[in-house]
């Protein structure tokens, strides 16, 4: 089946700092990447959606310059949460699809800034 | 916009109980509907999901979920749980046609009681 991964899956920066979250699909190619944001006890909430070559869209409400996605590859989506701040500490999760209907999630990144 | 509204926040059964949890959306179109669940620790996993046809799917573990358009909703029932269901559930959709991100609802945490 398809797989997704997700690394690192925890990591924690000092305030200020940028930090990479990368996303794989290991098994196939992913056209399209999106990565979501969840808070404790909360839902997962869409940030934005990338696809291979071309610049990512981002949701509403989404900083576009704090949360820079680069979809560089077929297989490869990257998210950097530049100048980190408390508040962004948060789970982060990234999801891939390659056909219209099948999306398969990554294990997430727990991001704790300190 | 699309919205997606799970009613119980916190579910605690006993074995054996039969479990119904609600999800309706708000979304005019033609839609997708999904339902995940993750359990302690891992990332989201599918259980089942509706595009067309039958509007009663069937999914891995026992699950099934029933599309009612006219009420807008889709729920996911299980005629006798275990143990091991215990995890988080999350209803999504996204329209249909398209490879959009998912909208996600709350969630509903599952608590069996052996």
């Known amino acids: 089946g398809a797989v997704v991964s997700q690394h690192p899956s925890w990591v924690i920066c000092k305030s200020g700092t940028s930090v990479k979250i990368e996303c794989r699909s290991l098994?196939?190619?992913?056209?399209?990447m999106f990565w979501y944001r969840q808070f404790p006890k909360q839902s997962l909430m869409l940030m934005a959606t990338s696809n291979e070559g071309s610049k990512a869209t981002y949701e509403q409400g989404v900083e576009k310059d704090k949360f820079l996605i680069n979809h560089a590859s077929l297989t490869l989506s990257t998210l950097t949460v530049t100048s980190a701040h408390p508040e962004d500490s948060s789970f982060y999760i990234c999801?891939?699809?390659?056909?219209?209907?099948?999306?398969?999630f990554g294990s997430g990144t727990r991001l704790t800034v300190v | 916009a699309q919205s997606v509204s799970q009613h119980n926040h916190h579910v605690i059964l006993s074995e054996a109980a039969s479990l119904e949890l609600g999800c309706n959306y708000s979304?005019?179109?033609?839609?997708?509907l999904f339902w995940y669940v993750q359990y302690p620790g891992q990332h989201l996993q599918l259980l089942l999901k509706?595009?067309?046809?039958?509007?009663l799917v069937k999914g891995i573990k026992g699950f099934e979920a029933e599309f009612i358009k006219s009420k807008f909703s889709f729920n996911l029932r299980k005629p006798s749980v275990q143990w091991s269901d215990t995890a988080e559930y999350f209803c999504a959709v996204n329209k249909g046609g398209g490879a959009d991100g998912l909208t996600f609802g709350k969630g509903t945490h599952l608590i069996i009681q052996p």
């Open positions: 509706y595009f067309s046809g039958d509007p």
């Open positions: 979304y005019g179109g033609t839609v997708n």
């Open positions: 098994d196939f190619q992913a056209t399209t």
């Open positions: 999801s891939a699809t390659a056909q219209v209907r099948g999306y398969t």
